[in-house]
């Protein structure tokens, strides 16, 4: 990382501004956003294929170092395209169009362009609902709790059970925790849902062993978010100690993520987890991360 001012970087804003503009025709008009967003405006009748054409022009210019006060610093672009496509438009709505089409790009990756459809309105649309709509379904009773049984293979006897998490919808039906728990993470909802589902399943075991199965335990699925904080731990316990349950009732299964973050937070989870008789366990082992190295120079 290369130490710079506020003037070096100015300098490398004003350069980027420049690129771009040497890229594109001599009637189209470029600006600053504001941070590091540029936006161009390619005026007459341009093709659809032209926006992908000055796209990786651009691209491609932008990947070539610049020189600030002797030293090299690389940068990579990411754009999103949108088109006038119908009468009525407004400014509004192309830079929205366009900066849905970035986010697109940027989920993709460094030095990516994509243009916008009517799919990634539809679908940022339906995430901004179901975002708002998270913290009420706990409330309006829509998290429902199904558990798998786990049975020994030798003798058939069923001890134990994974709870899985359903969200019924009233307007989008079933929404599978794939779609679910992501949005509960950016949200910052997962520790009120997580909540939820430590003290249901707690309460399932706690009815299971009243009816004769001492030796149950649920196994709950937890998210790396849940770690972060000593809140949820201490609710955890707490709903434990207010229902009178053994820690071996309960198994919580996270992913390797959780463990190669390894700082001391997650490292204090553990232990009082153990402490209280929680047992821990690795969820889909090896699929979490691939290896793979990037080499970048940041600004």
């Not at 849905?100 to 916008?116: D, N």
């Not at 379904?137 to 134990?160: D, M, R, W």
């Not at 794939?178 to 997580?194: K, Q, V, W």
Request: aromatic share 8%.
């Amino acid at each position: 990382m290369i130490p710079v001012g506020h003037e070096v970087g100015d300098s490398l804003l004003c350069s980027v501004g420049v690129r771009i503009k040497s890229c594109l025709p001599e009637s189209s008009h470029v600006a600053r956003l504001g941070g590091d967003e540029f936006t161009a405006i390619l005026c007459g009748h341009q093709g659809r294929e032209l926006g992908g054409f000055y796209s990786k022009r651009i691209i491609a210019e932008l990947s070539r170092s610049f020189s600030l006060e002797g030293n090299l610093v690389h940068v990579s672009a990411c754009i999103g395209i949108a088109r006038l496509s119908q009468m009525g438009m407004t400014e509004g709505d192309m830079l929205r169009h366009a900066d849905l089409a970035l986010y697109e790009a940027k989920s993709r990756g460094l030095g990516e362009y994509k243009y916008f459809t009517e799919k990634m309105s539809l679908r940022v649309n339906r995430e901004v609902r179901l975002t708002n709509d998270l913290l009420s379904a706990i409330v309006n009773g829509e998290f429902e709790l199904l558990y798998q049984p786990i049975g020994h293979t030798g003798s058939g006897v069923v001890k134990k059970a994974e709870a899985l998490l359903r969200w019924h919808h009233p307007e989008f039906g079933l929404i599978s925790p794939l779609e679910l728990i992501p949005l509960a993470e950016r949200s910052g909802a997962i520790d009120e849902i997580g909540l939820w589902v430590f003290e249901t399943a707690a309460k399932q075991a706690k009815l299971w062993c009243s009816r004769g199965y001492p030796d149950i335990q649920i196994s709950i699925n937890a998210s790396p978010v849940q770690f972060r904080c000593y809140g949820q731990l201490y609710s955890w316990l707490r709903i434990l100690d207010d229902l009178e349950l053994d820690g071996n009732a309960i198994l919580i299964e996270i992913t390797e993520g959780v463990i190669l973050e390894g700082n001391a937070d997650i490292q204090y989870a553990f232990e009082r987890l153990h402490d209280r008789g929680i047992e821990l366990a690795l969820d889909d082992f090896g699929t979490e991360y691939s290896l793979c190295l990037i080499c970048e120079s940041l600004t």
